[in-house]
């Protein structure tokens, strides 16, 4: 299972770090804000209250184990992009790091981050599921135990149909629409055929989704 440390626990790392949290994947917290760390310390794996531009604490922490670190620092830019500099230097697998403008994404780029995500435009429960699926495209939480999903069609639906497949029987979720290039197929019948590349929207519980966005 995938382990994820976020750095800088404003609205957006918080966010993301408790949506981690509750998917069921093992999150580390780290702010300076003692308050900060206190207020999401029961709900993720670790919270740690250090200053993340001091390397040698981040090692003690054994933040090289981690699959993905999101430095989600707000509005201190210098330390944003210092942070990522140092955690790739380290060798972290992935970075991810928090934009506040179009050029500081540029920098932050430019100095290796392997993803830049702008909080304004998306939402950190929508960069959660992104970060641990590689099929998933969007999610919209309808209630905290469902979900509407877009994910890329898993190769073992591709040239079946929908029945033959048992999605709904096998996977416990509903197919509400199929996108193949500019078309939408609304509401498919079971006879319908999964081309490669489609696009399938579908409904269900979480832990069925997430099932399902593993494959």
Do not use: C, W
């Not at 029961?42 to 933040?63: P, Y």
């Not at 699926?133 to 135990?145: E, F, G, M, T, V």
């Not at 073992?156 to 290039?181: C, N, P, Q, W, Y």
């Amino acid at each position: 299972m995938k382990q994820f440390a976020v750095i800088g626990l404003g609205r957006f790392g918080k966010s993301l770090a408790l949506t981690l949290s509750k998917i069921g994947y093992d999150v580390l917290a780290v702010d300076t804000n003692e308050d900060k760390v206190n207020e999401i310390m029961d709900s993720v794996t670790h919270a740690v209250q250090m200053d993340a531009m001091d390397e040698q604490a981040l090692k003690a922490l054994g933040i090289r184990n981690f699959d993905v670190v999101i430095v989600a620092i707000g509005q201190d830019i210098q330390s944003n992009i210092l942070v990522t500099v140092m955690l790739k230097e380290m060798g972290i697998k992935k970075v991810v790091a928090k934009a506040v403008t179009e050029l500081h994404g540029k920098v932050l780029e430019r100095v290796g981050a392997d993803k830049v995500v702008y909080p304004e435009r998306d939402m950190g429960n929508r960069v959660a599921h992104a970060l641990v699926s590689k099929n998933i495209l969007d999610q919209i939480n309808i209630s905290p135990d469902y979900s509407i999903v877009e994910l890329i069609a898993p190769e073992e639906f591709v040239r079946k149909t929908l029945a033959d497949s048992a999605i709904r029987m096998k996977h416990g979720v509903t197919v509400l629409a199929i996108r193949r290039g500019n078309n939408v197929i609304i509401s498919p019948g079971a006879k319908q055929v999964v081309e490669e590349g489609d696009l399938l929207v579908v409904v269900g519980r979480n832990e069925r989704l997430r099932d399902l966005e593993e494959r």
